[in-house]
């Protein structure tokens, strides 16, 4: 499930340690296409009414009958409380169905076919749900409904929380705008993950056109903050996971691309976007020293940042690549073929988080493309491989061009980077699979232009699931473990 194995039987043995839980069964399902999930399927222990505290009207009476979630009246927090408490992030179901029993085959075996999908209920009663208290709310409510398939959604529930990504963010903005004809940010769901705060900017107590490219992911604490740049994509939404697990005393800030939004074209000069971001990392930190790092391609514009930093007079603390391969190597072995479809196809594994090439463009696709110019041939591409559910339906036709363009710009401005060298502290944390190229070479091709000053220890996961849970647990805390030994250092 978005790129980590799942052992569902681990799942339901911990759910069966709870007291109130007699049996249960986990189930990874796809009842919308594109939208896989976790279900949990719980038979409540004899005499325990510690999972049934819930409209007994909406309770399954039989396991081929209606179903509801746990948590109608608050025992879906229960069991996912006691999960999180138990298990990594990414073996949290994102549903919970009570049943009176689990369904069974004639010899005796489970049905997995008979198990019901979860239904449309998570309980009206529940203490925690806030209910629609405006028309905007339960506009909004229903679309939080649409992308996530989880129902009802209470005002004060995060998106994140309900199992939200970067992929259903998309859906979701873009859900939004068809709605109420009002661009919503991207970014903006860092700062308003709830209902309750998205209506809010759109009734105009926030401003929604902000093109503020910092954005504060964890904004709070003493320590001096920590800076991270987008990766190839230009969006942050990678950074989510992390910016938590360094806790509530790390400040996390990081940089969107410009031309995201479609606010202004997308920067294409490696060296004129690190000067640009330098500007934005200082409209919040005004002195040094700096601590700056970035996934990725974010690492190699981290890199030029800390070099331009360095060459004002500024104070570098700490420079961190996240399995970023040098701009060399970048150039050697993760350059796309520059045709247009090989780049596009670049552009849709980015977006869906693949680490395998997704699959190729059908040949008639490609040949009625090449007889286009160059811009009506990327538009056609970008076309096809939206309704051909390559990258989610949802996502407007605008947006998905705007994105497809930054990611194009990031890939030209690395394509023509000619760094220097750096003699600042760096630290290289990768993946045993960094680019197949971490085996011959473990500083991935950071030795060259990092001389002196340059540490280097691998990660667990891969490129895609280092920043992702589990792996991200044991990232921060070798991040966290640099970023106080180089904050101690710099401390005067």
């Not at 004129?272 to 005004?286: E, F, G, H, N, P």
């Not at 760096?426 to 680019?435: D, G, I």
């Not at 340059?454 to 589990?470: C, I, K, N, R, T």
Request: glycine share 8%; aromatic share 6%.
């Amino acid at each position: 499930l978005r790129g980590f194995r799942i052992e569902l039987g681990e799942i339901a043995a911990a759910l069966r340690q709870h007291a109130a839980v007699r049996d249960a069964v986990v189930l990874l399902r796809e009842d919308a296409p594109g939208q896989a999930r976790l279900v949990a399927y719980v038979v409540a222990a004899p005499g325990n009414t510690g999972t049934q505290e819930h409209n007994a009207a909406q309770r399954a009476p039989a396991p081929t009958g209606g179903s509801a979630e746990a948590g109608g009246a608050g025992r879906h927090a229960d069991l996912r409380a006691y999960l999180q408490a138990r298990l990594p992030n990414h073996l949290i179901p994102a549903a919970f169905v009570v049943l009176d029993a689990l369904p069974l085959t004639p010899n005796g075996k489970l049905d997995r076919h008979a198990l019901p999908a979860p239904g449309a209920t998570r309980g009206a009663d529940a203490p925690s749900l806030v209910a629609p208290r405006n028309p905007t709310e339960l506009r909004l409510a229903h679309l939080w409904e649409e992308v996530l398939n989880i129902r009802p959604i209470g005002m004060t529930d995060s998106f994140f929380a309900l199992g939200g990504h970067s992929l259903s963010a998309m859906r979701l903005v873009s859900r939004i705008e068809q709605e109420f004809q009002h661009r919503l940010p991207l970014a903006a769901l860092f700062q308003g993950a709830t209902v309750e705060q998205v209506a809010q900017m759109l009734r105009g107590s926030r401003d929604t056109q902000d093109t503020n490219l910092v954005i504060g992911l964890q904004p709070h604490g003493e320590r001096d903050p920590f800076f991270c740049v987008h990766p190839v994509s230009g969006d942050i939404f990678s950074y989510a996971a992390l910016a938590q697990a360094l806790g509530p005393d790390q400040p996390f800030y990081a940089i969107q691309a410009a031309g995201l939004e479609g606010e202004c074209p997308p920067l294409t000069r490696l060296e004129v976007m690190a000067a640009s971001y330098i500007a934005l990392l200082r409209s919040i930190q005004a002195e040094g020293p700096y601590f700056i790092g970035g996934w990725s391609v974010g690492g190699i514009v981290a890199f030029e940042m800390a070099r331009q930093l360095r060459q004002q007079g500024h104070e570098v603390g700490l420079l961190v690549l996240l399995d970023s391969v040098a701009p060399a190597y970048f150039q050697q072995y993760s350059l796309p073929e520059q045709s247009d479809a090989t780049l596009i196809m670049a552009f849709i594994n980015d977006l869906s988080g693949l680490a395998a090439r997704a699959p190729s463009m059908p040949t008639a696709v490609l040949e009625a493309a090449d007889k286009l110019p160059p811009d009506e041939r990327v538009q056609t591409l970008l076309e096809h491989a939206r309704s051909a559910a390559l990258v989610p339906q949802e996502l407007g036709m605008d947006r998905l061009r705007q994105r497809f363009e930054v990611f194009q710009a990031n890939i030209r401005a690395i394509q023509h980077y000619l760094p220097g060298p750096y003699a600042g502290q760096a630290l290289l944390l990768h993946t045993r699979y960094s680019k197949g190229v971490a085996q011959s070479d473990p500083t991935l091709g950071w030795q060259e232009l990092i001389p002196e000053g340059l540490a280097v220890a691998e990660v667990p996961g891969d490129h895609y699931s280092m920043v992702l849970p589990p792996h991200v647990e044991t990232l921060a805390a070798a991040l966290r473990g640099w970023l106080e030994q180089a904050q101690q250092r710099t401390d005067r």
